[in-house]
Each structure stands twice: as structure tokens, then as C-alpha cells.
């Protein structure tokens, strides 16, 4: 069953196992309010349990293009498509959310996301590869993020 996410009244509902469940909600939130802002779309999530297909889509395109396997369990995922963009995200216990942006008509506009919750190690199935950059949220805190551009089709 999906739920909406609330970016004005942030809520760590389906979120508790994670040690940042605090901060974890709060960049759920920050994207909920992303999608709103930008999009005009009420961001969903399902519990992972719920969702397997869309861990699949996630796991597939990260092993393929860049040989990563999280060991951290996924608590929640979204999936839906705005415009020409299909997006799907995970969100893992550990604090980390994988976001995949996949542009239906444009090859050239296709990555994943990784954004670590504050007070989240950077996982070590990323550490060394990627470089972080630092982006303020008064929902999330500090977020950390990075990208790589997606090859494959998907």
C-alpha cells in the first residue's frame, strides 16, 4: 500500500529501524516536497516488502552499470512517472536513498542519485568512487549527493 509522504509535518512512519531515522525522514521528506514544488506530483512511497519490482528495476541498472550491491536493507521505495521523466527511488535503513532518473525521450538525461542522510557513513560499496557534494535542507539537514550518468537501456 502506498503512502503519501508529508514534507510539512516530517515523519519517520516506516523509517523506524534506520539508526537516522530522524534525518532519513527528513530528506524523504525534502523530496516530497521537491516533487510537489517542481512537479506538481504527491510523492508516494510503499514499503519494500510491497515493492520488489521496483528494487528489482533499481538493483539491475546499479549492478550493470557500476557492479554495486548494497548490503543495507531497503525499508521503502516510489516509482512513478512525471512528464517525460520515470523516476524510481529506494530508501535504505542505513540512510542512504538511490534515485534513479531515466528520460524516456532523451538518452543523454538518464543517472543515478545516491544522497546520504546527515549523520550517515558513506556506505563502502560507494566509498572511494564517488565524490560528495554538500547541499543544506531545513528538512534533511545536511545532505550528501552524488550521481553517475546511466549508459544502458532500461
Given amino acids: 500500500m502506498s503512502m503519501p509522504v508529508d514534507f510539512k509535518d516530517v515523519s519517520t512512519v516506516g523509517l523506524e529501524t534506520s539508526p537516522v531515522a530522524g534525518t532519513l525522514a527528513g530528506l524523504r521528506a525534502n ?11 504527491e510523492f508516494t512511497v510503499t514499503a519494500a516488502r510491497e515493492s520488489q519490482d521496483t528494487l528489482d528495476y533499481v538493483n539491475k541498472i546499479l549492478k550493470e552499470e557500476r557492479d554495486i550491491e548494497f548490503a543495507a536493507k531497503p525499508l521503502e521505495t516510489s516509482r512513478f512517472q512525471v512528464e517525460n521523466i520515470f523516476w524510481a527511488c529506494v530508501f535504505y535503513e542505513s540512510g542512504l536513498e538511490v534515485n534513479v532518473l531515466y528520460t524516456i525521450d532523451d538518452p ?35 545532505i550528501r549527493g552524488s550521481y553517475f550518468v546511466i549508459k544502458g537501456e532500461y
Avoid: I, W
Fill in 31 to 41: 523530496e516530497a516536497r521537491y516533487f510537489m514544488n517542481k512537479y506538481q506530483h
Fill in 108 to 142: 543523454k538525461k538518464r543517472a543515478v542519485g545516491f544522497k546520504l542522510s546527515e549523520g550517515m557513513d558513506v556506505p563502502a560499496e560507494l566509498e572511494g568512487k564517488f565524490k560528495f557534494a554538500r547541499q543544506k535542507s531545513k528538512l534533511a539537514g545536511t
